[in-house]
């Protein structure tokens, strides 16, 4: 969610307020719990502009201008949100993302918590409980890795969010692909939809290597000093040397962080992550990892007409501390 421009890719208000309120439903006996994660790029703060600008240097009023867009722009999802929170035996979890780094300011949380009128509104880099591990999928992405020790840096005195390389590379460079290819950039899979399009691919290179030459090699030298331009180049030759120099091929980065994932947490049986644009299920060393896609328009450029990406989600279902239920599903309105 965005505040609803070319640059907003969410165009499914009404599905998921229909989602929320089936939620709702389903909760209303007294014995029912639900916990609804939304994992991570719930806002798009990164491909946001403020006041017509894109700023590098992230401040904690700029995040809350941003906010306040979001919040006025998509009043009715906050207000099923609400709703959803007036059961007090639900919850509803914020898992950070590459593109809404911004909610780590601890006043950007109470304002979203404000808004639901609820203490009941959590704020996390991962959501665990028992044998199962959640995150957005961005903290084994060498382009979009946070350190989650130091979020927060000073740039003239002044607190700025720490943001990955990645997070400047969308926000100062690639976002002119957006700008003028905004339907485009919608397209899956990437490959396919650049070769479809020769302006689309053109403008694609020569930004790549403007911003490999200026912003990957030379700004970092002469800029030294400015803690936004150095750049992870050990993590980035590791990658290099397990993917090569691909970054956008979703499907051969996903076993790899998958595997680091399992050596992090050995006690867990159970993954889901989001980041990825794909719709995944797969068994590894028994464990079990879902990738759940996203909700943002897209449409797979493999079908003709093009298919628009369904939209989707992992559903688990508890029994007396026991998972007795886990799934990717597809959810379809019936009342829009």
């Known amino acids: 969610m965005g505040k609803k421009d ?45 006041k017509g600008e894109y700023p590098r240097y992230i401040s904690e009023e700029i995040s809350a201008w941003k906010t306040d867009k979001i919040l006025q722009s998509y009043e009715k999802i906050f207000a099923a949100l609400k709703d959803f929170l007036k059961n007090k035996n639900n919850t509803i979890h914020f898992i950070f993302g590459n593109h809404d780094f911004d909610l780590l300011w601890p006043s950007i949380q109470k304002k979203i918590r404000q808004k639901l009128v609820s203490k009941q509104t959590f704020f996390s880099f991962t959501y665990e409980t028992h044998d199962l591990h959640i995150e957005h999928g961005n903290l084994n992405d060498i382009i979009y890795s946070i350190d989650t020790e130091k979020i927060f840096v000073n740039h003239k005195n002044k607190p700025i969010l720490n943001l990955p390389f990645g997070a400047y590379a969308v926000s100062q460079s690639f976002i002119e692909l957006k700008k003028r290819f905004s339907n485009d950039e919608r397209l899956y899979p990437r490959k396919e939809a650049l070769n479809r399009n020769k302006d ?3 403008m694609s290179r020569r930004l790549f290597w403007k911003f490999t ?10 800029k030294f000093r400015d803690k936004t331009h150095r750049v992870p180049y050990l993590k980035i030759i590791k990658h290099v040397l397990h993917n090569g120099i691909t970054i956008v091929n979703d499907h051969k980065m996903i076993e790899n ?33 879902l990738i759940t896609d996203t909700w943002r328009e897209e449409y797979d450029i493999t079908t003709e007409p093009h298919k628009r990406k369904p939209k989707t989600y992992a559903h688990i279902l508890y029994e007396n501390d026991q998972m007795v239920e886990i799934g990717l599903k597809e959810y379809h309105p019936t009342n829009i």
């Open 200 to 202: 689309f691919k053109k």
């Open 257 to 289: 962080s998958f595997k680091k994932l399992i050596k992090e947490h050995p006690d867990k049986k159970t993954f889901i992550l989001g980041h990825a644009h794909v719709y995944s299920s797969f068994e590894y060393k028994n464990r079990l990892c």
């Open 6 to 50: 070319k640059m907003d890719d969410f165009h499914d208000e009404k599905a998921l307020i229909n989602f929320i309120d089936d939620l709702n439903e389903l909760g209303k006996t007294e014995e029912s719990q639900i916990v609804l994660i939304f994992n991570g790029d719930t806002f798009d703060f990164l491909k946001m502009d403020y």
């Open 213 to 222: 030459i200026i912003d990957l090699l030379l700004k970092p030298l002469y």
